[in-house]
């Protein structure tokens, strides 16, 4: 076979050749002129702004030689070398910035962000005549605005968002010292005071951001045709404006958390181009006006935390059946009736917020036709009915919470078809029967709060299909039977409720280190918060709307980690193991029939809570607690505890978490028993938690009354006392 090599130079038409050597040529020239020398003076001053500059990452390690293509975050003019960029965006750089920065002339684009730069903005920024872009956001930069910067007349865009420190007034010259300016961003700093006049008619604007300061003043209306406006988090007051300036031009309208008064101007809703609309956490009130339709461009609407009124708005915005709003939030106002069937023609919705209102009547049975649909709050209502089987077809939903209502009937069988939910809390109602075994399907659950409902039966073995569990409530139901073996076998869980039942039997003994929480615990990244915020689960829906009509969903889950068996009916002694857990933050036993002794509670290093009391345990009190810092609640009253309790146990702290033991005595001040250094009536251990119940003593412990007769009737003598002792035996 023969082969034949083909050269890169080879016989062709000269036409052809002299082509090919032109476009060889201008390929050579252009990475000829790619390869040029940085300026010497701008060399200099670039080095010796560097020598400031802290770089543990080693990002300006590049800045040798003198070709500018291989200096990282530099671009030079490709005729005459001169720096025209520093593009320094989060390199981790810290320290004060040199002067010699500004000995570059040609400089058009100054951007640091996100670094750790500390120190005032230099003063000699005003001398960068050519500059366009300066972007000093998210370093640590402090002190004014200084009025050297009203000289850069190209400037384009000011951003400064991200300086805590930066503050004082609003330059009274931003509005008008460059006829280029279209971008204002100085949000999430410290300036306070008013908006200056001139940026309400700066004609070059397009984009500002002014939130998260300390800005007041009464709203004025903008006289720019404005795309972006951001001002809230500030302290503005007085009605909301028309913006009739912008009314083709504006996509972000941001005001919330300001003091904004009066109702909602029907005006707002002839801005045909908006996209978003944040009016929440305001003073607004009266009903919205059924003329008040925004356009199908609308994507986000929050309303929501105002003081606004009547029945909700039948028709919000129009809808096609490509776009239409995703994100509708009325939650925390006093809308009242029924919730309006049109709502369930927003084809587009993916989160429907309608919580803390005044509405009644049932769910609308459409609502499954909203298949967009991934969160849906209703809760703190006075909704009744079940839950609207065609509701399924919601099929991606991740957050159905309905708690805080009237609803009745059974949880149906089919939910199990939203399988991709996450969090299902349908507390605080009248729902009963039981838990339907089809729930296995329901995979992905993280959060599950069924309490105070009127739920029966025993734990379905479909709970165990929930292997991402974090928080499960089944507090206050009518549930009854043994706890099954399979309790702690959900790695994540962080809390277990199951208090106020009819559950029976031991305490399963099974292997408790299957939980990383309960073994470890989180305690150095949760925010230390009283007993009684922490007890029951506070969830935070997180929904951001990112590009397009793209929605992120995220939840934060603040509560203790935890166990509560408490008020049932439960026998046999306490599991060695449930003592061993080092990351459990909150025990709670109270009011069963549990006997034998108490495991040592020494390698609890979490215990913030721990509550035994009224159970029929006996014994010595166990080990020493004086290594358990966080400890701040204890409860081991109405036991039938015996012997000395020393102060070097550490139990001192907690002199009223052991009443109605007779057989006790703690330490006195002369190293004695003082048997009346123990109150006949405990403090009450848990805040929030009822008084009422069975008080065992009586049956376990019938030779305390003899005891404790005479320091009883001295006790009748305290109002208090006297109190808290009716409503315990009531």
Avoid at 654 to 675: I, K, M, R, T
Wanted: charged fraction near 15%; aromatic fraction near 10%; proline fraction near 4%.
């Amino acid at each position: 076979m023969e082969h034949k090599w083909v050269s890169g130079f080879c016989p062709c038409n000269p036409l052809k050749l002299r082509a090919l050597l032109l476009i060889f040529l201008v390929l050579v020239c252009s990475n000829l002129s790619q390869c040029f020398d940085i300026y010497p003076q701008d060399k200099d001053s670039v080095l010796l702004f560097r020598s400031l500059v802290q770089d543990p990452s080693q990002s300006l390690s590049s800045w040798v030689g003198s070709n500018c293509t291989n200096w990282t975050g530099i671009t030079c003019e490709n005729q005459t070398g001169r720096v025209v960029s520093v593009n320094l965006t989060n390199m981790n750089l810290s320290g004060q910035l040199h002067p010699s920065l500004c000995k570059l002339p040609f400089l058009e684009h100054l951007v640091l962000s996100e670094n750790n730069f500390t120190s005032p903005i230099p003063l000699c920024f005003g001398s960068l005549r050519s500059l366009k872009t300066l972007h000093l956001d998210h370093n640590r930069f402090q002190g004014i605005v200084p009025d050297t910067l009203m000289k850069l007349r190209q400037l384009k865009e000011l951003v400064l968002n991200g300086n805590n420190d930066l503050g004082g007034l609003i330059p009274w010259w931003v509005g008008n010292f460059s006829a280029q300016l279209e971008k204002l961003d100085i949000g999430f700093n410290s300036f306070h005071g008013e908006i200056p006049e001139s940026v309400y008619y700066s004609k070059s604007l397009k984009y500002l951001d002014l939130g998260n300061n300390n800005l007041s003043g009464i709203l004025s209306d903008f006289h720019q045709s404005l795309v972006f406006l951001n001002l809230g988090s500030n302290q503005f007051s007085g009605t909301l404006p028309c913006f009739s300036a912008c009314v083709q031009s504006l996509r972000v309208l941001n005001l919330a958390n300001n003091s904004v008064v009066g109702g909602m101007p029907t005006c707002i809703a002839s801005l045909q181009g908006l996209n978003h609309l944040n009016l929440s956490f305001n003073h607004l009130t009266y009903e919205i006006s059924p003329r008040l339709v925004f356009s199908e461009k609308l994507l986000v609407l929050d309303l929501s935390n105002n003081e606004l009124s009547g029945s909700l708005p039948s028709k919000i915005a129009e809808t096609t059946d490509k776009s239409g709003l995703v994100l509708l939030d009325l939650s925390h106002n006093s809308f009242s009736g029924e919730i309006p069937l049109k709502i369930t023609e927003l084809k587009s919705l993916q989160a429907l917020f309608l919580s803390y209102n005044l509405l009644v009547g049932e769910i609308p049975a459409r609502i499954g036709n909203l298949t967009y649909l991934q969160v849906i709050d209703l809760s703190h209502n006075s909704l009744s009915g079940s839950i609207p089987l065609n509701i399924v077809g919601c099929f991606q939903l991740l957050a159905l919470i309905l708690n805080n209502n009237n609803l009745s009937g059974e949880i149906q069988p089919e939910l199990d078809a939203l399988d991709s939910l996450k969090i299902l809390d349908i507390s605080n109602n009248k729902i009963s029967g039981e838990i339907p075994l089809t729930l296995a399907g329901c995979k992905s659950l993280e959060i599950v709060d069924f309490s105070f409902n009127n739920l029966s039966g025993t734990l379905s073995d479909a709970i165990t299909k929930w292997s991402n569990l974090r928080y499960l409530s089944l507090a206050q139901n009518e549930f009854n039977g043994n706890l099954p073996s399979w309790l702690f076998t959900f790695p994540a869980i962080r809390m277990m409720d199951f208090s106020g039942n009819k559950f029976s039997g031991f305490i399963p003994d099974a292997n408790f280190n299957m939980s990383k929480n309960f073994n470890n615990g989180e305690l150095g990244k949760m925010q230390r918060e009283p007993f009684a915020t922490t007890h029951s689960a506070d969830t935070k829906v997180l929904i951001v709307v990112t590009t397009g009509t793209e929605l992120s969903f995220n939840y934060v889950l603040s509560s203790m980690v935890g166990i509560d068996f408490s008020n049932n009916v439960l026998d046999g002694e306490i599991p060695g193991g449930l003592f061993t857990l080092r990351g459990l933050q909150y025990l709670n036993l109270s009011r069963n029939f549990l006997r034998g002794h108490v495991p040592d509670v020494e390698k609890m290093w979490g215990l913030r809570a721990l509550d035994i009391s009224h159970n029929s345990l006996s014994g010595h009190i166990p080990g020493n607690i004086s290594s358990l810092q966080d400890l701040t609640l204890l409860n081991l009253s109405y036991n039938c505890f015996s012997g000395f309790v020393t102060k070097q146990q550490g139990y001192w702290r907690f002199p009223g978490a052991f009443a109605g033991n007779p057989d006790l005595c703690l330490e006195s001040s002369d190293g004695g028993c003082d048997p009346a250094s123990i109150p006949v009536v405990p403090g009450k251990a848990f805040e929030g938690e009822e008084v009422e119940g069975r008080i065992s003593v009586w049956v376990f412990c019938l030779s305390a009354f003899l005891s404790f007769y005479f320091t009883g009737v001295a006790l009748f003598c305290s109002a208090r006392a006297r109190n808290y002792i009716l409503q315990t035996k009531a």
